[in-house]
């Protein structure tokens, strides 16, 4: 199987753009979607992303996932941050019949 | 609107067997793939394992020996058993329908304390 990380923390200020990344330690990031889920404290993880780049129902157009095969990542950018954006970000994929989530980010909008 | 929600002992003691059901609300169980998936405390996320309508499972390697996930289609729901309960089990254990071909995660329950104490 292989490891899916992601930074520890980020922060921004509000109203500006932060991306956070999610790199594969081996095999090709292109062979299996990715998914990121936004989890605010207390509750369960939403989907924000899935399928790499797709915004799920609801979740603002500020909210944008793409893929880079020269650093075997994916990123999820949010644009025009918003204070209720503070939460933790989970990116998730999958090896033949396993579940893989990334270490998680936490985001600080100051 | 599809909907889980799990249930359980909050408190189990050391060695034991935690069972958990989730219930599915808003959608056929015999369709997709049903899962579940922990959180340690302040720590992030763990997947533990999943079933298929018909019964065929996959579990995480380092849970393999203890775990066990049935599904129960009369009754809309499935459920977790974990054996040899030890203090490094003590987690929020949520339910989750997984979406077999992008294996997307697009519904969760809102998770259930499962804490392992004598």
């Known amino acids: 199987n292989f490891i899916l990380t992601q930074p520890h923390s980020v922060s921004a200020s509000p109203g500006k753009t932060v991306t956070i990344s999610c790199t594969r330690s081996?095999?090709?990031?292109?062979?299996?979607?990715v998914q990121w889920y936004q989890q605010r404290p207390g509750r369960a993880p939403t989907t924000v992303i899935y399928?790499?780049?797709?915004?799920a129902s609801g979740v603002p157009d500020r909210f944008s996932g793409s893929i880079d095969s020269a650093s075997n990542s994916v990123s999820l950018t949010i644009s025009g941050l918003k204070v209720e954006d503070e939460a933790d970000y989970y990116c998730?994929?999958?090896?033949?019949?396993?579940?893989?989530f990334g270490g998680g980010t936490k985001l600080t909008v100051l | 609107q599809v909907q889980l929600k799990e249930s359980g002992p909050g408190l189990v003691k050391p060695s034991e067997t935690l069972s958990l059901t989730c219930v599915v609300s808003?959608?056929?169980?015999?369709?997709?793939?049903w899962t579940w998936i922990r959180q340690f405390p302040g720590k992030g996320l763990e997947w533990v394992g999943y079933?298929?309508?018909?019964?065929?499972?996959n579990y995480n390697p380092s849970l393999k020996t203890r775990v066990a996930i049935s599904v129960d289609t009369s009754k809309s729901q499935f459920s977790l058993r974990l054996s040899s309960l030890t203090a490094a089990d003590t987690a929020v254990y949520y339910c989750?329908?997984?979406?077999?071909?992008?294996?997307?995660?697009?519904?969760w329950g809102p998770g259930t304390l499962v804490t392992v104490s004598s």
């Open positions: 808003g959608a056929s169980i015999s369709s997709f793939y």
């Open positions: 989750a329908r997984l979406s077999g071909f992008s294996y997307d995660l697009d519904f």
């Open positions: 081996s095999g090709n990031i292109a062979s299996n979607y």
């Open positions: 399928e790499d780049t797709q915004r």
């Open positions: 079933i298929s309508h018909s019964g065929s499972t």
């Open positions: 998730q994929s999958y090896d033949a019949t396993t579940v893989i």
